[in-house]
């Protein structure tokens, strides 16, 4: 049981580049996150999924996409980055009101 | 508006002192009330959770948590911190419901001097 994974763990972009994390949950949840974390911001919510097929926007959705096409996976795409999204990004899926966190993507946009 | 305030942005405790992290918070319903640790280069974890029942919730690693409805407060104490402890904490709300969502502070960054 890996509970909830990223991929990757490390990126850095130039501007106007973009990518796709990759979230990876195996324990069935049906609500899954995205949060981006910035020094003294603590974490803010990008988007979410209240299950397959659905995703809604979060407190600071401007410049990111996301996409659940499959339970256990969560998609979240940056279509041109900038240096304002170099931030800790990570995931998250829940049940029974708890969240239970990936360990973190590390995005650098130069 | 829904907001959860950690005043403390740093603190610095000696080894087997006590330790209170504070955490006030602000929503319109039953709040479902957390406090997630963050070690350097790691994911959160959730350290204890209150939900209803008991205003004292324990949790792991000796943590323990009292909601104060009339404070707002979900303060976070241990009683005799160690120097594992280090870390940064999170308190979080929120409802449950249809969503899950939670609403986070911006932490409290734990240093633990020997």
């Known amino acids: 049981n890996a509970g909830v994974t990223q991929t990757p763990k490390f990126r850095v972009l130039k501007t106007g580049q973009s990518m796709t994390l990759l979230c990876a949950q195996d324990?069935?949840?049906?609500?899954m996150y995205w949060y981006r974390q910035d020094p003294g911001m603590g974490l803010r919510l990008i988007h979410y999924?209240?299950?397959?097929?659905?995703?809604a926007k979060g407190e600071v959705p401007d410049g990111y996409n996301v996409s659940r096409l499959k339970k256990q996976n969560f998609l979240l795409g940056l279509e041109s980055a900038a240096p304002s999204q170099t931030s800790v990004y990570f995931c998250?899926?829940?049940?029974?009101?708890?969240?239970?966190f990936g360990p973190g993507t590390r995005l650098t946009v130069l | 508006a829904q907001s959860v305030t950690q005043p403390d942005i740093h603190i610095t405790v000696s080894e087997g002192a006590s330790l209170e992290l504070r955490c006030n918070y602000s929503y319109g319903a039953t709040p479902y009330l957390f406090w997630y640790v963050q070690s350097p280069g790691q994911g959160l974890q959730l350290l204890l959770k209150?939900?209803?029942?008991?205003?004292l919730v324990q949790g792991i690693k000796g943590f323990e948590a009292e909601f104060k409805r009339s404070q707002s407060s979900f303060n976070l104490r241990k009683p005799s911190v160690h120097w594992s402890d280090a870390a940064e904490y999170f308190c979080a709300v929120g409802g449950g419901g249809a969503t899950n969502k939670l609403i986070f502070g911006t932490g409290t960054l734990l240093a633990v001097q020997p």
């Open positions: 324990m069935n949840h049906e609500y």
């Open positions: 998250a899926s829940s049940r029974d009101g708890i969240q239970y």
């Open positions: 999924s209240v299950g397959e097929g659905t995703t």
């Open positions: 209150y939900f209803s029942g008991d205003t």
